[in-house]
C-alpha cells in the first residue's frame, strides 16, 4: 500500500433512522371510483390512485413483532422495519423468488397500502390492476383474486405484466391512436430476468423466456464471493450492504474476455479497485509514560531482592540447624561409653560405624555450606583419594572389599567427568579458533567471504526445496518416488539374500547386521521426519544470521523466511494484505473483478453455477421463433427496464452482444426506460386512465362465477388460464 | 379475523401510567391498530391460505399443465378428420405456463475462469478441481484446506461429492 497514491475508499454509507409518513387525505377520491394502481414488486410495493404522477413506494417485507420490555405487538412494515432492530428476525416477506406464497404478508402489506391512502369506506371501491409475473403459477394468482374480492370487495381486478406496462409508458401513443408499438421488452427483476416480445402493441406471452437470474441472485453471488475473498474479516457483511456494493460498484463489460486479458496485469488491476471501508473500532492502547515504566521496574527489582534475601535467610537457618545437630552427634558420640545400648537405640543408629558415618557426612555438608556462603563461588573438586584401590584383594576383609569396589566406582565416575570438562574445554578452544579464522577472512576480504556464504545459504535451499519436493511426490501415488518406494518394500519382502532351502529349515535372517540395512528404512518411512530436516533448518539459521550481521547486501528479504511466503505481485493487487496492527486497513474490501464478474453472470450464469442460458443467448431463441421481417420489427426497439437495468454500461454491451447475431443491415436500437424503476406504475396509471381499464379487469360477479385463476387475455396481461375477450 | 374497527388509536397513553408519554418510533411506525375499515368481517380465513412450499407449488402446476396438454390432445385427437388433416399445434403456444417459460439451459460451451482470482483460468488442480489463473494462484490452491477448496467450488456451482 502505497501511500502516495489516492486511494479509491469510500466509507459504508450510514443508514438514518426512517422517517414516519403520514396516511393521505381520501378525500379526493371518496366515492369517485378512481382506479388503484398497486405495483406489487418482489421488492418494493408501490401503490397508488392513478391520478396521481408518482406511486408511493415502500420494501415489501412486513414483521409482526412483540416488543420485549414493553409487551407491545407492533406491525412494521417497509422502511419501519428499520425502527426496531429485533423485527427484522421476524420479518417476512409475501414473495419467494418469483411466486406469491405468503398470503398474510400479502394482506398486511395491502392493509398498510389501504390504510396511507386514507381509505375508510367499508369496502374498497376503486378498480384495481395489479402487476403479476409473466406466466405466475396460478396459485399465487388464485390466492391474489381471493383476497381481492372477498376480503376487501374490489369491484374489478386486472392484471398485467410489469415491464410490458413500462413499455407502454414509454411508447405512449396519443389518442386516438391505438397502442401498436412492436418491441422486444428485456425485464430486470429482482428474482428473474425475462425477454418478452410484442408485435402490434401484444405482448406475446407464448414466446417470452424468464432467466432465473436476478439482482438477489446477484446479490448472494458478490456475497459469497466477498466471503471467499475474505474468510477473516473482522465483521459481518450483511445483504443490504452487499446490494450497496452492487449498486454502485459494478459494472458490466463491454467484451468480457477482452478486459480480463487486461486486468492480468497487476499495476491495472491495481488500478481497477475500489475499496469499501467498513466500520471499525481503534484498539486502546495503554500508553506508559516513562515514569511509570521505571517505577514498574524498581518495583520487580525490589522484589527480586526480597526473594534473594528470604533465601539466604532460609539458607542461614538451615545451616545453623546442621550445626546444632552435629553438636548433638557430637556429644552422642561422647557419651557413648557412659550410656547404655539402650539409650542409645532411642537415637537410631545401630552401632558405631553408622554413628561415625552420620557425624561425617554432617561434616563435610556444613563445610561446604561455609565455603559457599564465604566465597559464593563453585569450589573445585579437590581429587578425592582413594586409598584401598591400591591395596590388593587379599590383604582386605569382607568389609574392606566392598569399600574397595565403591571407591572403584567412584574413582572411575571422577576420571570419566575429568575426561567430559577437557573435551568441553578442547571444542571451546577449537570453536574460538574457527571464528577468529572466520572473522580474519571477513576483514580481508569481505567480498569472497559474503559470495562463499552465499553458495552455502543457496545450497541449504535447495536440499530443502528438493526435500519438500520429494515428500510431495511421495503422497502422488504415480511418481517415479512413491514407484520407488513400493518396488524397495517389495525387495525387502522378497528378501533374496536368504537362500530358499535354509529359509525352510529356520533359517536365520541376516538382515541387520550390515548397518547399510537400516538405511532403507529412512526411504520408506515417510512420516517420520528425518533429523536431516532438522539439521538443516539450524545450518540455515546460523548461515543467515552471519549473512545478515555481516554482510550490507544480504537482507531480511533473502531469508528463507521471507522468500517462501512471498507472495505474487498479482496476488497481491487481488488482495493486498495489511500490517497485523493495522485495524483500519483489515476491514476495508477491495474490489476489482468482482465489480465486472458479477454482472457478468446475466450473460453467463453457468459462472455462478445457475445451469441456464445467458441473456445474449435467450434473445437469439426468442427472436429465433419470428420471421425475418417480424424480427426487424423487433429489434429495432428493444426496450431494457427494471431496477437493475441501471447498472452501468448495459446498454453497450447488449449492443455489442447482438450485433453479431443479426444480419448487418437490421438496425438495431436499443433503448433504457425513462425511470425504469418507477415506470411500470406510471404506465399502468396511464392505461387505468383510459377506458380500456374496463374491458380488461375480471368483475366480482365474474370472480364468482369463474373463480380465481382465469382472468381475460389482453395485450399487456399474461395469457395461462385466460379467455378471449 | 375480528374486526378491527372498534379499537382506538394507539397515541393516548392510558394503558400503564408508567409507559412514556410520546410512542417510540417503532410504535409510531406499527398500523397493528389502526383501523381497517375496508375489510370484509365476515370473510374467515380460507384453508386454501396456508402457506405452500414453494417446491409443492411448482409441482401441483407442473401436474396440472401436463393434465391440461394431454386434454386438449385427446381432444384435438376426437376431432381430427378421418385423413387426418389436423394440424399439429404445439400446445405450448396457446397455454405458457411458469415452468414452461423458462429459459433452456445454455448450449454455448461455459467459459473457464479462475476461481480464485475470476481472471482468465485455462488450468486446471487435478486434486481439487479448481480452476487457476497462473502458478502464484496455484501455491495459493496447494495451501487452501479441504473446506477452502469446497467453498470455491460451490460458488460455481459444482458440488462435489462427500467421500
Redesign the interface.
Known amino acids: 500500500m502505497s501511500e502516495g497514491e489516492t486511494l479509491n475508499i469510500t466509507r459504508l454509507p450510514f443508514q438514518p433512522l426512517p422517517s414516519v409518513v403520514p396516511p393521505d387525505s381520501y378525500d379526493a377520491h371518496r366515492s369517485k371510483q378512481t382506479p388503484l394502481v398497486i405495483d406489487n414488486g418482489s421488492t418494493n410495493l408501490r401503490f397508488g390512485f392513478a391520478t396521481s404522477s408518482t406511486p408511493r413506494t415502500g420494501l415489501n417485507v412486513v414483521a409482526k413483532y412483540k416488543e420485549r420490555r414493553t409487551n407491545k405487538p407492533l406491525l412494521l412494515f417497509g422502511e419501519g422495519i428499520e425502527a426496531e432492530s429485533g423485527a427484522k428476525a421476524q420479518a417476512k416477506t409475501p414473495w419467494e423468488g418469483d411466486v406469491l406464497l405468503n398470503f398474510d404478508a400479502l394482506e398486511n402489506a395491502l392493509d398498510y397500502a389501504f390504510i396511507h391512502l386514507g381509505i375508510d369506506t367499508p369496502t374498497v371501491d376503486h378498480p384495481v390492476i395489479m402487476t403479476e409475473r409473466l406466466s405466475s403459477p396460478l396459485h399465487s394468482r388464485a390466492l391474489t383474486s381471493e383476497l381481492m374480492f372477498e376480503q376487501y370487495a374490489v369491484p374489478s381486478l386486472a392484471y398485467c405484466v410489469d415491464s410490458v406496462m413500462s413499455f407502454y409508458h414509454n411508447n405512449i401513443p396519443s389518442p386516438p391512436i391505438p397502442f401498436t408499438s412492436d418491441g422486444l421488452v428485456v425485464s430486470f427483476n429482482s428474482a428473474s430476468t425475462s425477454v418478452i416480445p410484442l408485435l402490434n402493441g401484444k405482448g406475446i406471452m407464448s414466446h417470452a423466456k424468464r432467466i432465473p437470474w436476478g439482482a438477489t441472485q446477484a446479490t448472494e453471488f458478490l456475497l459469497k464471493l466477498v466471503q471467499l475473498k475474505y474468510p477473516t474479516f473482522p465483521t459481518r457483511v450483511t445483504t443490504a450492504q452487499t446490494s450497496w456494493m452492487l449498486q454502485n460498484f459494478c459494472e458490466f463489460a463491454i467484451d468480457y474476455p477482452a478486459l480480463l486479458r487486461e486486468l492480468k496485469d497487476p499495476l491495472k488491476l491495481r488500478a481497477s479497485e475500489r475499496i469499501v471501508q467498513f466500520p471499525f473500532i481503534l484498539p486502546v492502547i495503554e500508553e506508559k509514560t516513562e515514569e511509570e515504566l521505571a517505577r514498574i521496574a524498581e518495583r520487580k527489582k525490589e522484589q527480586g531482592r526480597k526473594l534473594q534475601e528470604i533465601a539466604a535467610k532460609s539458607r542461614m537457618e538451615k545451616l545453623v540447624q546442621k550445626e546444632s545437630d552435629l553438636q548433638h552427634l557430637l556429644s552422642l558420640r561422647e557419651r557413648r561409653e557412659e550410656e547404655s545400648k539402650k539409650d542409645w537405640a532411642e537415637e537410631g543408629f545401630e552401632n558405631d560405624a553408622a554413628l561415625d558415618g552420620a557425624i561425617k557426612k554432617l561434616e563435610s555438608n556444613l563445610k561446604r555450606a561455609r565455603k559457599k556462603e564465604a566465597d559464593g563461588e563453585d569450589m573445585e573438586d579437590e581429587p578425592p583419594s582413594f586409598p584401598l584401590i591400591d591395596v590388593p584383594d587379599a590383604d582386605l576383609d569382607e568389609d574392606g572389599l566392598k569399600e574397595k569396589k565403591k571407591q572403584r566406582l567412584l574413582r572411575a565416575g571422577y576420571e570419566a567427568r575429568e575426561r567430559a570438562r577437557k573435551e568441553k574445554e578442547r571444542e571451546r578452544e577449537e570453536r574460538e579458533a574457527e571464528e577468529r579464522k572466520e572473522e580474519e577472512e571477513r576483514d580481508r576480504d569481505l567480498a569472497g567471504w559474503a559470495t562463499k556464504l552465499r553458495k552455502e545459504h543457496d545450497a541449504i535451499i535447495n536440499k530443502i526445496k528438493d526435500r519438500n519436493r520429494r515428500k510431495a511426490a511421495l503422497t502422488d501415488r504415480k511418481s517415479a518416488a512413491s514407484q520407488a518406494r513400493m518396488k524397495s518394500i517389495a525387495n525387502l519382502a522378497a528378501d533374496e539374500r536368504v537362500p530358499k532351502k535354509r529359509r525352510k529349515n529356520g533359517g536365520e535372517d541376516m538382515f541387520g547386521a550390515d548397518d547399510a540395512d537400516w538405511q532403507i528404512y529412512r526411504k520408506i518411512n515417510t512420516t517420520a521426519p528425518s533429523s536431516d530436516e532438522e539439521d538443516d533448518y539450524a545450518n540455515l539459521q546460523t548461515v543467515e544470521q552471519k549473512l545478515l550481521a555481516y554482510d550490507p547486501t544480504f537482507t531480511a528479504e533473502h531469508t528463507h523466511a521471507s522468500l517462501s511466503s512471498q507472495r505474487s505481485a498479482l496476488m497481491q493487487a487481488f488482495r493486498p494484505e495489511y500490517a497485523e496492527g493495522d485495524v483500519e486497513g483489515k476491514t476495508r474490501i477491495h474490489l476489482n473483478v468482482e465489480r465486472w464478474r458479477v454482472p457478468e453472470a446475466w450473460f453467463q450464469p453457468s459462472m455462478a453455477g445457475v445451469d441456464s442460458a445467458g441473456l445474449g443467448e435467450v434473445i437469439q431463441t426468442v427472436l429465433a421463433r419470428f420471421t425475418d421481417t417480424e424480427k426487424g420489427r423487433l429489434v429495432k426497439n428493444v426496450f431494457v427496464t427494471g431496477g437493475p437495468s441501471q447498472i452501468p454500461n448495459l446498454l453497450p454491451r447488449l449492443n455489442a452482444t447482438l450485433r453479431p447475431i443479426l444480419p448487418p443491415e437490421m438496425p438495431l436500437d436499443i433503448v433504457r426506460a425513462a425511470d425504469p424503476v418507477l415506470d411500470a406504475w406510471r404506465g399502468m396509471a396511464d392505461f387505468a386512465r383510459t377506458d380500456e381499464l374496463k374491458r380488461v379487469g375480471v368483475t366480482k360477479a365474474e370472480y364468482e362465477e369463474w373463480g380465481g385463476e382465469r382472468i381475460k387475455r389482453w395485450w399487456g396481461g399474461n395469457w395461462n388460464a385466460s379467455v378471449p375477450i | 379475523m375480528p374486526p378491527k374497527g372498534s379499537t382506538k388509536r394507539r397515541l393516548a397513553a392510558n394503558d400503564d401510567g408508567s409507559?412514556a408519554s410520546t410512542p417510540?418510533?417503532?410504535?409510531?411506525?406499527?398500523?397493528?391498530h389502526?383501523?381497517?375499515?375496508?375489510?370484509?368481517p365476515h370473510?374467515t380465513k380460507?384453508v386454501?391460505?396456508r402457506?405452500?412450499?414453494?417446491k409443492t407449488?411448482?409441482t401441483?402446476?407442473r401436474e396440472?399443465e401436463r393434465a391440461e396438454r394431454e386434454r386438449i390432445r385427446l381432444e384435438k385427437e376426437g376431432n381430427m378428420d378421418t385423413d387426418g388433416q389436423a394440424p399439429e399445434q404445439n400446445p405450448?403456444?396457446?397455454?405458457?405456463?411458469?415452468s414452461?417459460?423458462?429459459?433452456?439451459?445454455?448450449?454455448?460451451p461455459?467459459?473457464r475462469?479462475c476461481d480464485i482470482?475470476?481472471?482468465?483460468g485455462p488450468y486446471t488442480d487435478p486434486a481439487t478441481g479448481l480452476r487457476y489463473?497462473?502458478?502464484?494462484?496455484y501455491?495459493?490452491i496447494k495451501g487452501l484446506s479441504a473446506t477452502?477448496a469446497k467453498?470455491?467450488l460451490?460458488?460455481?456451482?459444482?458440488n462435489p461429492i462427500v467421500k
Open positions: 409507559a417510540t418510533l417503532a410504535e409510531q411506525f406499527s398500523y397493528l389502526q383501523p381497517r375499515p375496508f375489510k370484509n370473510y380460507n386454501n391460505r402457506t405452500k412450499n414453494l407449488v411448482l401441483q402446476e396440472r405450448a403456444d396457446d397455454l405458457p405456463t411458469y414452461s417459460i423458462e429459459a433452456p439451459p445454455s448450449v454455448l461455459p467459459g475462469y482470482t475470476g481472471l482468465e489463473h497462473d502458478k502464484s494462484i501455491e495459493l477452502a467453498d470455491y460451490a460458488a460455481r456451482g459444482v
